[in-house]
């Protein structure tokens, strides 16, 4: 089955550090996705990536965070001058088409980022 | 402003027992809905897809059914497991601008003790 792969599972920063982090989507898939979740809290999105750029964005994502498909394969999440509410679960998702389709959404296992 | 709210926010059951977990959401115009498993510390993992011109899907031991009109959704669990233990999460994708958006509940935190 193919899967979502998100590296690293677990990233300690310190407060004002910039941090990057990275997924593999699934090869066919054609619209990526970042969602995070603070502990206790719901999953929230954050943004959806299609053609090499933005389609969408929540109020979450400032000119604090950045996307990026660097390549063929990776897709990235930066999240710049870091704060403590930035500590959450980081999810990566893709998908063949926008809202999912019929396959749906695939996530990834997540990275969990903790700001010190 | 789509709204998912999932009830019971945790539920503990006998193995063996069939249970029902509900999901509502405010806006019935939705493109598909999804239910999701999460372990403790872990990613979400894809149950079942119900897209919107669908009634219900099973997988295994798994249903879910989808009341578009009414904003509801269930899923249920037929004699469950002590590895069924786990939050379940319900979300739904809208029609339009925002199509590219899960929106999540909450999810329950399901306990079954052997």
């Known amino acids: 089955e193919p899967e979502v792969t998100q590296t690293p599972s677990h990233q300690v920063t310190q407060m004002g550090q910039e941090v990057i982090l990275r997924c593999v989507p699934i090869s066919n898939h054609l619209y990526f996705y970042w969602y995070r979740q603070i502990l206790g809290q719901k999953v929230e999105f954050l943004v959806s990536?299609?053609?090499?750029?933005?389609?969408?964005k929540s109020e979450i994502f400032d000119d604090q965070f950045s996307v990026e498909r660097p390549d063929g394969s990776n897709f990235t999440l930066k999240i710049r001058s870091t704060k403590l509410e930035d500590s959450a679960m980081y999810f990566c998702a893709s998908s063949t088409e926008t809202g999912g389709g019929k396959n749906g959404y695939t996530f990834g296992s997540g990275t969990r980022l903790t700001v010190v | 402003k789509q709204e998912v709210t999932q009830i019971p926010a945790a539920l503990s059951v006998p193995e063996g027992e069939n249970l029902v977990l509900n999901c509502s959401f405010t806006?019935?115009?939705?493109?598909?809905l999804q239910w999701f498993r999460q372990d403790p510390g872990k990613g979400l993992t894809s149950l079942l897809l119900?897209?919107?011109?669908?009634r219900e899907q099973t997988s295994g031991r798994l249903n879910a059914s989808l009341d578009k009109s009414s904003g509801r959704s269930t899923l249920y669990i037929a004699a469950s497991q002590p590895g069924d233990s786990a939050t379940y999460l319900c979300a739904v994708t809208n029609y339009g601008g925002s199509q590219g958006n899960l929106i999540f509940g909450k999810g329950t935190k399901l306990s079954v003790k052997p």
């Open positions: 119900i897209q919107s011109s669908q």
């Open positions: 990536f299609y053609n090499n750029e933005i389609s969408e």
């Open positions: 806006d019935s115009a939705i493109y598909n």
